[in-house]
């Protein structure tokens, strides 16, 4: 019997993935492409668009290969893309610059002039924070510093369209990624006037805005020869990984919360409308004409915990250092850490805040540096899902996944400082699953987001230790004062 397949292709920042599934969510065949990151000068972080498309079609004909995919087994493909990147591109469709990425912090003065003006104005419209990591931001800029490629740019796209003007001749940006720009006016949906004039572009510079479930047809040929497939393969445009990775895990309906945590970290849920907090503490981003995601994400997940392996000079793997901090109680003797040693995004928003261990004594030990360090990861998502609350309510159902989903340790401090049941997923292509269900639902094979639910990878359910919960609320409580009494320090 012949097999009913879909791809998910998720461009990360680390690394583009395929991933080949079944029309079920089993998976298939995975193939994975490293992605280089440049840093030509202290706070830019950059990348090459020309090589993340070359890596992509190269993820996608090994995923083929490997999966081996017959003609007439392939239905669609799905596309899931970072956010917050920008690329000056020509009249002729070609980069005119690197692209830069989220963690790029040179819009940092930029940022902190617009938050003094009419920054706070733009965030209520467009509902993404005026934060370096911001597109926006970084057209603005581009403006001010006289950046020659913005100068000479025909058009400004993110990683997402620049691969489907390579591969289809279509301008097409949906509306999660064009939410991410911070130039997208959730009200109306439409590009927003002042964020661009203030960036110094036109809409005409812009893509056109779509749904995520547009099917694209027609790859360019070489292209399609590339990878193996038919030309008339439908792709759908797909959405942002952190709107996917939430609808991959099923986390869809009211109060259904996903925690991603890897390198970096997020918590997120969709909403029905665009509300967003007054606070500017968390970011309301669009996914579809009716639904929102709103949520928070956090510079320090995993790579605090590379940042202390590397300064205790520990020789293990990550997980005998995570396994080390077992033999401490739930809040390490009186250890605090503020995690924020690569700066912060929510709920600070800040790219200039700085790491803290607090309450240091001389009865501490490296483990309880690592305690203290998960402990303090996991806060800082405490006090993000705490700013959702006042949009969405309280969380009915709380998913996990990414890296730090696979310690043992980490998700049960996770249920008990949040007092809930958690459902970690066996799979963490949870992303790639998302976009290759909008194409599915994209080519009419399914009829609604909602009906993944029926098709997801199992799960298990960690149960909180409440006593260990009411133990935490009370290192909370320190934890959100220090975090809020030293932000006013990192200027």
């Avoid at 987001?449 to 609320?473: A, C, F, T, V």
């Amino acid at each position: 019997m012949r097999r009913e397949l879909v791809i998910g292709l998720d461009i990360g920042t680390t690394s583009v993935k395929a991933v080949l599934f079944n029309v079920k969510g089993r998976l298939i065949a995975d193939a994975e492409e490293l992605i280089t990151t440049h840093y030509p000068r202290p706070d830019w972080a950059e990348q090459n668009p020309e090589k993340i498309e070359k890596s992509a079609v190269h993820a996608l004909s090994t995923v083929i290969q490997k999966g081996d995919v017959q003609n007439g087994e392939l239905l669609t493909v799905g596309l899931s893309c970072a956010m917050h990147s920008v690329i000056c591109i020509n009249d002729e469709f070609e980069p005119l610059s690197p692209m830069i990425i989220w963690s790029d912090g040179r819009a940092s003065e930029q940022a902190d002039k617009l938050m003094k003006n009419s920054g706070h104005s733009i965030y209520l419209k467009t509902g993404t924070p005026i934060h370096p990591m911001s597109p926006f931001v970084k057209l603005v800029w581009m403006k001010e510093t006289k950046y020659k490629p913005y100068q000479q740019a025909a058009y400004f796209m993110t990683m997402k369209e620049y691969l489907l003007q390579k591969w289809f001749h279509k301008r097409l940006i949906d509306y999660s990624m064009a939410s991410s720009t911070g130039l997208f006016n959730l009200l109306t949906q439409v590009w927003d006037q002042q964020a661009l004039a203030l960036a110094g572009i036109s809409e005409q510079q812009l893509s056109e805005i779509t749904p995520p479930t547009k099917v694209l047809t027609g790859m360019k040929k070489k292209v399609a020869e590339e990878i193996g497939i038919d030309t008339e393969i439908p792709f759908a445009v797909g959405a942002a990984d952190g709107q996917l990775a939430n609808l991959g895990s099923g986390s869809i309906a009211q109060g259904e919360v996903n925690i991603s945590a890897g390198t970096s970290g997020a918590i997120r849920q969709f909403i029905k409308g665009s509300r967003v907090n007054q606070k500017q503490e968390t970011f309301t981003y669009g996914f579809t004409k009716d639904l929102s995601i709103i949520g928070g994400a956090s510079n320090n997940g995993g790579i605090a915990l590379q940042w202390l392996k590397e300064l205790l000079e520990f020789q293990g793997s990550y997980n005998e250092l995570i396994k080390s901090a077992e033999k401490i109680d739930p809040g390490a003797d009186g250890l605090i850490f503020l995690p924020y040693i690569n700066g912060e995004r929510a709920p600070l928003w800040n790219g200039r805040a700085k790491g803290n261990f607090y309450g240091l004594n001389i009865g501490h030990k490296k483990e309880h540096l690592v305690r203290a360090a998960l402990e303090g990861i996991t806060f800082n998502l405490y006090q993000i899902g705490k700013s959702l609350e006042i949009i969405a309510g309280k969380p009915l159902k709380i998913n996990v996944n990414g890296g730090l989903s696979k310690s043992d340790l980490w998700v049960q401090i996770v249920a008990d400082i949040f007092g809930k049941e958690i459902h970690v997923s066996n799979t963490h292509h949870n992303a790639a699953w998302g976009a290759a269900w909008i194409a599915l639902v994209g080519i009419e094979k399914e009829k609604s987001l909602e009906e993944i639910k029926k098709n997801l990878p199992e799960e298990k359910i960690i149960k909180p230790n409440l006593k260990n919960h009411n133990k935490y609320i009370v290192i909370y409580d320190k934890y959100e004062k220090l975090a809020r009494s030293i932000s006013a320090f990192f200027k």
